[in-house]
């Protein structure tokens, strides 16, 4: 069979889907529980900046612009394609999150993009409020297990690298948390900034956005410093 530059195009396009696919799903280590996961997922909002949702999204694009391209005009459609994609990928890609919705709410402040700043704002507290509540329920858990582990270790009946193996999700679970904690403070500023030149619902809106976050954050930080205590009594 004859490869043709359409062809070379849509394999290309399929095995960047297939890696971008592979990168979204790879998890290392045991299985995480429902708390684990729901926190991961709900973290999975901040977790695309927008360079990274810019890099992506011009990827994805671009070679689904090559592949176009390459049908419609082989070499030279291919390349025009995939700088056209690139292009409109990296808008794509860009266009997420609160930080965004803050900058096109500055360079034009119409109703739509102040819509736009409240949504995100609303997403973010939700995306807090959840991780908040995992990260209960993930700081109990591991008193639990890591109790277990640490009864087994003393009775030599697993190893002290079984040990850290087995505790290994937590940790991550504690990186996650710590992260959401770093980054909500100057969440909640800038919703706060926001609504300080809003009035009426607007203004109450925000406001509610950044209380919630505050007391998402609250949860974190009680939850996050009873993970690390757990988790120090993991062999170094």
């Known amino acids: 069979m004859r490869i043709t530059p359409a062809r070379r195009g849509i394999a290309a396009l399929m095995a960047c889907i ?3 696919a592979g990168c979204a799903g790879q998890i290392g280590g045991p299985p995480l529980s429902p708390a684990q996961q729901q926190l991961k997922q709900a973290n999975d909002r901040f977790n695309l900046t927008v360079g990274e949702g810019a890099a992506v999204g011009a990827v ?5 612009g090559a592949g176009v391209g390459a049908l419609a005009g082989g070499k030279k459609g291919a390349l025009i394609g995939l700088g ?12 997420m999150g609160y930080n965004v919705a803050r900058k096109n709410y500055a360079q034009a402040r119409t109703e739509d993009n102040l819509r736009q700043l409240i949504a995100e704002a609303n997403q973010d507290a939700d995306a807090y409020h959840r991780s908040a509540v995992a990260s209960r329920d993930i ?27 087995a505790a290994m999700t937590y940790k991550s679970s504690e990186d996650i948390m710590q992260s959401q ?4 403070t100057d969440k909640i500023t800038a919703m706060r900034a926001d609504a300080a030149h809003q009035r009426g619902a607007d203004r109450s809106e925000l406001l509610n956005d950044a ?16 993970l690390a205590a757990t988790l120090a009594m993991v062999p170094s």
Do not use: C, F, P, W
């Not at 009864?151 to 690298?161: G, L, N, P, V």
């Not at 904690?181 to 909500?184: D, G, K, M, R």
């Not at 209380?211 to 009873?226: I, M």
């Open 60 to 64: 994805a694009l671009g070679l689904l």
């Open 181 to 184: 904690l770093n980054n909500s």
């Open 18 to 20: 297939m890696m971008l």
């Open 211 to 226: 209380h919630s976050v505050e007391l998402a954050r609250r949860a974190l930080k009680e939850s996050s410093d009873s």
């Open 84 to 95: 056209s994609g690139v292009v409109l990928g990296g808008a794509v890609g860009a266009a």
């Open 139 to 165: 700081a109990k858990e591991a008193r639990i297990k890591i109790a277990a582990l640490d009864a087994q270790y003393r009775a030599k009946t697993i190893t002290a690298e079984q040990y850290k193996q």
